[in-house]
């Protein structure tokens, strides 16, 4: 495998981290006025993800600064196409990321309601933002020879991208509901787990479709193997639920989304960035990559990066493993 | 207006507003770290108390500092594409690296320290907010090494027209940046012993029931304050000499030194319009030889002026862009000038109410109510400092967005008006702009109550309750 294969898995991999980890504390904010029922409720939910929400985004942050140090035709068209998607959902992540640390700090129903609010639509937002985006990559945009958007602000919106927006929404709220489901316990861990049951046929549907429009669009026959892995483990996911086995349910879930993952990007490849224009103002891999000196640096790092993230960051959730009820919340 | 001008600003305006919380947290994440060890060392809860006061101030700040950070590393891509091809080889390899090294542990770590109270042994909790601080810091290198390529470009080659990345302990061990982190670092701490000070002064008049909490921090903000002073001169210094020779039209500009001098002065202030390169109607209050000094160490030396630079420039990079409109290579000379002047009269400023405050508690003594109020205003001098350095620095480039090097490596430079992404509208840039400096200003009033409610409570020293029996946690958001 060469450097810029390599380098377009790795941001594959992130992508994954991103979509898993940050999946389910989208989800939380997403269903906060559903199963949070009185603030001790919300603070209950809000507190599953405390303390890790912010490194599960950082997975997006090291997903956008890969993509600008291994393939920075990619970054730039991508980026610059999506502006006011993107601006919307810049918004949408700083309204999520002070929420959680301001919600607090001031002890009066008005300033928490305010703040629930912050959490509960930047979620949908930013979920919403995450499956537009990543699907008009994948689907493809329109793009001149330099690179630039052909068409006006809104030219990256297709009816694919909208049912990818629909399909990580979805994924997200049944992927937030298992991890409540999972990292709670009481009268809040039943809803949760219900609901997840009760949605997921509806809420992972939208996932089903769009892998399948670019399966038929963009896949190979070996694309098939993931798309049908997602189906699979999104089906047991739900088995494993109904048998009251929360952590194989969200294990399974994460293995969905690596098959999701795997099918969106088998599909990609060997193109970064599809244009719908003309096929020969598409970024491939091997067009878009930087110098190979760029990316061997870039693999030493992420070498031995890549597994210090992941040990630390597991550490961090075995550190807050218990399950959270009412009665852990001090009084405000 | 048009799109160039339009992104400008919000990269000015985004930027500014995140270094206002950067180096709060760069310098106070390392003072609450050693707060922190004191009282895991001593036992004595008025160590405990501080941690926990200025790690609540910590907190508020670092959230809204993380939340306009990300908008940083997308705004290279969204508004400035050409750019980010053009340097993508180099630039987009600090920035990723910041990410996978140091922003990971930077958000796990501080996650584990905010929660970790009472789940995990005292010095695990401990080792978190160190490794929290500890990568802000790390952290702040490779955005500096970023900066520095911009304004230094070393470890490349012109390959097709790009840059391309062939060395990168060059870029990693830039002198520009071996000069700007210490400086960079030195200011954040500045910041953070005005903030010590100034809040604690303030606390010190108002109760007198935490006397000794805030008679702690303000000592120890007050030497913080003091010994980053020094520091920032020393490392300005150096920096500068480096600029004398890396970028001799930002440090012309920031002097509007419009003539080539020999010996050059150092001017105080100007009294008229600085705007003009030509110096006419200009009366400036020198210090004889002072420039010369402090680009060369050398009080004869030869300073080379606006004018002259103007003509070097135009030889060596050309007189028009593509398009056939002239190339203006002096930056904007008010700006420039008194930037410059500011910056170093705030940070003045605040290292003399360290030092001043210092002075006011010897031996047991109180701040008096006059210098509480005083402090109180004060939080704001090393803040600004810091804010027109960095306008400085980034105005005193322009036209370029990549300086040119003048030694070492050939063909290397982009200029602002490139980099900008051809595509994108007025409308789009003026949305975006519009939107994020609400966003910016609404969060702004929001942190401010936060602060202000935050600096008011009475301080906490109770032990947190570590037992595993106990079945409420001792923070939950």
């Known amino acids: ?332 | 207006m048009n799109v160039l001008d339009i992104a400008r600003w919000q990269f000015a305006i985004t930027t500014v507003y995140h270094f206002v919380m950067v180096p709060l947290t760069i310098g106070l994440a390392i003072l609450v770290a050693g707060m922190q060890t004191a009282w895991v060392r001593t036992g004595n809860p008025r160590y405990l108390a501080m941690t926990r006061f200025w790690g609540r101030i910590l907190l508020i700040n670092f959230a809204l500092g993380v939340a306009t950070g990300i908008v940083q590393e997308f705004q290279f891509g969204m508004a400035w594409s050409d750019y980010s091809r053009f340097v993508g080889d180099v630039f987009g390899a600090p920035l990723a690296m910041e990410g996978l090294i140091a922003f990971f542990v930077e958000s796990t770590f501080l996650g584990l320290w905010i929660f970790g109270w009472d789940r995990l042994p005292k010095r695990v909790h401990l080792a978190c907010i160190w490794a929290a601080a500890v990568a802000t810091n790390v952290s702040a290198f490779f955005i500096l090494a970023a900066n520095s390529w911009m304004q230094h470009p070393v470890g490349v080659q012109l390959v097709d027209g790009k840059p391309r990345l062939t060395d990168i302990w060059a870029v990693l061990g830039n002198s520009t940046v071996l000069a700007t982190f210490p400086h960079t670092l030195a200011g954040a701490f500045a910041v953070a012993g005005t903030v010590l000070v100034g809040i604690s002064a303030w606390r010190l008049w108002k109760a007198k029931a935490d006397g000794p909490v805030f008679r702690s921090s303000l000592k120890l903000g007050a030497w913080v304050g003091v010994a980053a002073f020094v520091a920032v001169a020393v490392s300005g210094d150096a920096q500068a000499k480096l600029m004398f020779q890396q970028q001799p039209m930002k440090m012309a500009a920031a002097e509007a030194l419009c003539h080539t001098e020999q010996p050059a002065g150092f001017s105080v202030l100007a009294v008229g319009d600085v705007s003009q390169p030509d110096c006419e109607n200009v009366k400036s209050i020198e210090l004889p030889g002072l420039l010369s000094f402090l680009a060369n160490s050398d009080t004869s030396s030869k300073v080379t002026g606006v004018t002259d630079l103007v003509g070097q420039y135009r030889a060596k990079y050309g007189s028009t862009y593509a398009d056939g409109t002239p190339i203006d290579y002096v930056p904007m000379l008010p700006v420039t000038y008194w930037a410059f002047r500011l910056m170093i009269g705030f940070g003045v400023l605040a290292a003399a109410g360290c030092a001043l405050a210092l002075w006011l508690i010897r031996r047991g003594r109180g701040p008096g109510r006059w210098f509480a109020r005083l402090a109180l205003f004060g939080i704001a001098t090393p803040f600004l400092a810091n804010a027109l350095g960095w306008i400085f620095t980034e105005m005193g480039r322009q036209p370029f967005v990549v300086a040119p090097n003048p030694s070492g490596v050939d063909g290397v430079w982009m200029f602002t008006a490139q980099a900008v992404s051809g595509k994108l509208t007025v409308g789009e840039a003026l949305t975006s702009v519009i939107v994020l400096t609400l966003v910016y200003g609404v969060l702004a009033a929001v942190e401010a109550v936060l602060v202000v409610r935050a600096v008011r409570k009475p301080v906490e020293a109770a032990e947190p309750d570590d037992t595993p029996s106990s079945d409420v946690f001792t923070f939950a958001y």
């Open chain 1, 1 to 332: 495998m060469n450097l810029p294969v390599l380098w377009f898995c790795v941001i594959a991999l992130l992508w994954l981290g991103y979509l898993f980890l940050e999946g389910f504390d989208f989800g939380v904010g997403m269903l906060l006025p559903v199963l949070g029922r009185t603030d001790t409720e919300r603070r209950v939910l809000i507190n599953t993800i405390g303390p890790v929400w912010d490194g599960n985004e950082v997975w997006l942050l090291v997903a956008g600064g890969a993509t600008f140090a291994a393939f920075p035709g990619w970054y730039a068209s991508l980026f610059s196409a999506s502006y006011l998607p993107l601006v919307l959902f810049l918004v949408a992540l700083i309204g999520r990321g002070v929420a959680f640390e301001y919600r607090g700090k001031i002890d009066s129903h008005r300033w928490r309601r305010s703040w629930d609010t912050v959490i509960f639509l930047s979620s949908w937002v930013a979920a919403i933002g995450v499956g537009l985006v990543l699907t008009a990559n994948v689907t493809g945009i329109p793009l001149d020879a330099h690179g630039d958007r052909v068409g006006g602000p809104l030219a990256i919106v297709s009816w694919q991208a909208l049912l990818g927006a629909l399909a990580v929404a979805g994924f997200a709220v049944v992927h937030g509901a298992v991890f409540l489901a999972l990292k709670t316990s009481g009268d809040i861990r039943e809803r949760a787990r219900r609901l997840a049951v009760k949605a997921a046929p509806f809420a992972l549907a939208p996932l089903a479709a769009v892998l399948l429009v670019v399966q038929f669009q963009r896949g190979s026959a070996l694309t098939w193997i993931p798309l049908l892995l997602v189906v699979v483990c999104a089906a047991l996911a739900v088995h494993r639920l109904l048998a009251d086995r929360e952590g194989q349910a969200f294990a399974l879930l994460g293995v969905a989304v690596a098959g999701a993952v795997v099918t969106l990007f088998g599909s990609l490849y060997p193109d970064v960035l599809p244009s719908t224009v003309d096929p020969a103002n598409s970024l491939t891999v091997a067009g878009a990559a930087s110098s190979s000196y760029t990316l061997t640096v870039m693999s030493w790092v992420a070498l031995f990066g890549t597994p210090a993230v992941l040990v630390y960051q597991g550490w961090t959730y075995w550190v807050f493993r218990k399950r959270i009820a009412t009665t852990h919340i001090p009084v405000a």
